[in-house]
């Protein structure tokens, strides 16, 4: 399982092709100022190259047993404050970390990193660098029971108190991978935390904070998880991510300012997608199986692009199995597209709920509930009269039989739209219809 980030002329040799069980190599080079090493191996393979550069600087290495490889090359024109720094404890098994670190800048500077590996299989990485006016990052892996982590953190000129913090927990066979960038623009800073415990999860977040703050939280626990987290130059906002069941999988892609998305998934072979482009604000919570056991439901959210839109927001609860759920408010080629919102919860098994607001201007709302199998409800709030003039909107299914089918559709140059629907027995259906020249708008189906 052993990977490396050793780049160009294996970075002066940092690991040095020791051969297997070498008993003990050490090397040291230092120059300038108030340089600082400290190296104590024990057992089996060990390892270590420390080369520093200046001023400050630190490092520590600490290595038990089996056959161990630390790396770690500072490079550093001090401001201070970290300096770098590094500390390396490493107690067992196939352990290797490779620490490289630059800061050359020019105003404060942070950059340290630490890392503790505990047992089994285990590979760290953290490359970071900060040349930059309050440039700082940081980074904390704590590993056991062959985990595998790799962070790289670049600053360039960002300022604006930027820093970059990762910080990587794992208990297990897991893999994680964290990339940040923070570069001019002002940038405020992104963070990165990973805590996955249980065996073959894997983790990827990658964050370009140009001007924004990013934050990224991933939690998994169970077995097989999969985690992807990009959050784009330019963007900002949250993303969480907590999945507890097997073989779930998530994807959160953020590419506007102020968003936050926030899934919560359990059960097996749950899969969750959340897509946000704008606007400003606006926020997407997805819950899968996290009270009742079940899976294979399928939740797909995409909110969006740019600027259209007000205050979007979209909710989805599913319980049950094979439920699927798409919500798209992209309110595309439109500058009216209001406050917005959307609500699904399915709680049986084979629900479909396809909510699709792509147009429809001013307030919006959609909610659809389907408690029993086999349900279809599809809203379509659609309206161009030309750029849109949908108004005051709102559509509702209730149905909490098997295989009903509802289909609402609201169209045209309407005013105060509206529109119910509720079926409580079984194979019923309803389709509602608000079309053109429509004014106070209003329709009921109950059966």
Do not use: C, W
């Amino acid at each position: 399982m052993k990977s490396t980030i050793l780049t160009g002329a294996s970075i002066l040799a940092l690991a040095i092709s020791a051969p297997a069980y070498a008993q003990s190599t050490s090397t040291i080079d230092q120059t300038g100022a108030d340089n600082a090493a400290a190296v104590d191996q024990t057992g089996n393979g060990n390892d270590s190259e420390i080369v520093q550069d200046g001023t400050g600087l630190g490092a520590d290495v600490d290595q038990d047993g089996d056959n161990n490889l630390s790396g770690i090359l500072q490079d550093s024109d001090s401001v201070a404050l970290g300096d770098p720094s590094a500390i390396v404890g490493q107690a067992g098994n196939g352990n290797e970390s490779n620490i490289i670190q630059s800061s050359t800048g020019s105003s404060t500077g942070l950059v340290t990193a630490n890392v503790d590996q505990t047992g089994d299989d285990n590979f760290s990485g953290v490359i970071q660098t900060a040349t930059a006016t309050d440039g700082a990052v940081d980074a904390d892996v704590v590993q056991a029971n062959g985990a595998s982590s790799l962070v790289t953190q670049a600053n360039s000129s960002a300022g604006g108190g930027a820093a970059a913090t990762a910080i990587v927990t794992q208990d297990g066979f897991s893999s994680s991978e964290i990339n940040q960038t923070l570069s001019s623009g002002n940038a405020n800073g992104v963070t990165a935390n990973v805590i996955q415990a249980g065996d073959d999860h894997s983790s990827l977040i990658n964050q370009a904070g140009t001007g924004r703050t990013q934050t990224a939280n991933v939690d998994q626990t169970g077995v097989n998880n999969a985690s992807v987290i990009d959050q784009l130059p330019g963007a900002g906002g949250t993303a969480s991510v907590t999945q507890t069941g097997t073989d779930g999988t998530s994807t959160i892609t953020q590419d506007r300012f102020s968003l936050n998305a926030t899934l919560n998934q359990g059960g097996t072979s749950n899969n969750s997608d959340i897509i946000q482009d704008g606007p400003f604000g606006s926020s997407v919570t997805v819950n899968q199986n996290v009270v009742n056991a079940g899976g294979n439901n399928d939740s797909f959210v995409q909110q969006g692009p740019e600027n259209d839109g007000v205050g979007i927001s979209a909710l989805v609860n599913q319980e049950g199995s094979d439920n699927v759920s798409t919500i798209n408010q992209d309110g595309t080629n439109n500058t009216l597209f209001r406050n917005v919102s959307a609500d699904v919860s399915q709680s049986g098994d084979g629900n479909t709920s396809d909510v699709d607001q792509t147009n429809p201007g001013e307030n919006v709302d959609a909610e659809v509930e389907q408690a029993g199998n086999n349900n279809f409800a599809s809203i379509n709030q659609a309206a161009d009269g030309v750029n849109l003039q949908g108004d005051n909107n709102f559509a509702d299914v209730d149905q909490f039989g098997d295989g009903n089918t509802a289909d609402i559709d609201q169209t045209g140059t309407g005013s105060n739209n509206s529109a119910t629907t509720l079926q409580l027995g079984t194979g019923s259906s309803a389709t509602i219809q608000q079309t053109v020249d429509a004014s106070g708008d209003d329709a009921f189906i109950f059966q």
